[in-house]
């Protein structure tokens, strides 16, 4: 049974910080990567940042340079630190992980989302 825990969400005015823990248990020996997506209001869900075992990143282009995502494999936790938050960024975020192969992310275990809003 594998269980992603995510923590750190929040309400939080434009221009401020967040930063978003996920804290993975069970058996994921299958997952070599681990994500985010997120899904706004009346939006469909998107990919947010997605890093292999092996450090490699990959950033949705409304986040990069803003957000960073990052993984300590020891603790099985992944981090995503949202920096120069906008409005539009309002979504529910969703911790995952996965098979990466061949350039590509496969999230197979879900989190069961968090909260993000960014509002004066």
């Known amino acids: 049974q594998v269980q992603l825990v995510e923590s750190g969400g929040g309400l939080v005015q434009p221009g401020g910080s967040l930063r978003l823990s996920c804290a993975a248990s069970?058996?994921?020996?299958?997952?070599?990567?681990m994500g985010w997506y997120r899904r706004a209001p009346g939006k469909q869900r998107e990919l947010v940042a997605s890093?292999?075992?092996?450090?490699?990143?990959n950033y949705a282009d409304s986040v990069k340079g803003r957000f960073t995502i990052s993984r300590d494999i020891a603790k099985n936790t992944v981090y995503l630190q949202m920096n120069r938050l906008k409005p539009e960024d309002t979504a529910v975020y969703y911790c995952?992980?996965?098979?990466?192969?061949?350039?590509?992310?496969?999230?197979?275990?879900w989190g069961q989302g968090i909260q993000v809003t960014v509002s004066s």
């Open positions: 995952n992980a996965g098979p990466y192969s061949s350039g590509v992310y496969y999230p197979v275990f």
């Open positions: 069970g058996s994921i020996f299958s997952a070599n990567a």
């Open positions: 890093v292999t075992s092996g450090d490699y990143t």
